[in-house]
């Protein structure tokens, strides 16, 4: 098994994934930029390389210094990486609030509808009447040509510079908790302050999304960098273990996303 045994089995092939980006900058002595990775891969990247390997510049970027999801650039020790590098781009719109109202999905639908990979896209950022997301630039005409509407509604998109880009007004509240195990619903119940019980009942209503994906299993077992969703109550992440308290319970930083 090797280091597979230390991950998910649906993780395995973004590990393959990982493996064959670190062979063609051995091979070609070339750096390899990846598209957007949730905070999940980013943290399977940064376990497989380090970031202090003495090979290879592991560095990552989303736009800004907010942003969740990110590009990777993996180069040999000795090149320079800047910003310019990631190849980012920061595509905006406007819509009128008095007669619709445009949320995260709304956007990401739009986007997905033109056949675009979901990997391309960034963070997405809302605010009084406009929309801001961030993109992979080989593909910045195109949707300034096609991103023409969202929900029956004509938008027209700009590009701007990432200096524009605007905080996400949505905030991380960190949150040291004590939970008995790593289980999905000892997760939920810690961090929604509700019974195990309950948070089974999500899980298996499939109203339970770690990573983005749907998980209807309560003994799955979570790891740092996870961001879990569930509905009705808001997302929360899986930051670090700090350690197991005298009773052999595990001591752990998480997040709410407060809004």
Known sequence: MGVYQHFREEEHPFIDQVYSWIDQVKRTYERRLTDFLNPREQEILRMIIGENNPDYILQ???GSEHAERKRAII???YESITPDCFNISLLAGTFNEKFMTINHRDVMGTFLSLGIDRSKLGD??????SFQFLTDETITDYL???FVSIKRTKVTLQHQPLSELKKPKDVWQAYEKIIPSLRLDAFISSLHNMSRKQATTLIERGYVKVNHK???QHAFLIDEGDLVSVRGKGRGKFIKI???TRKNNLRVKTAILKK
Do not use: H, K, M, Q
């Not at 997405?124 to 009447?129: A, D, L, P």
């Open 124 to 129: 997405i950022i809302i605010s009084e009447g």
């Open 144 to 146: 300034l040509v096609n």
């Open 75 to 77: 180069a040999p020790f």
């Open 214 to 216: 749907v998980v209807d």
């Open 60 to 62: 990552f970027n989303g």
């Open 242 to 244: 700090y350690g197991r």
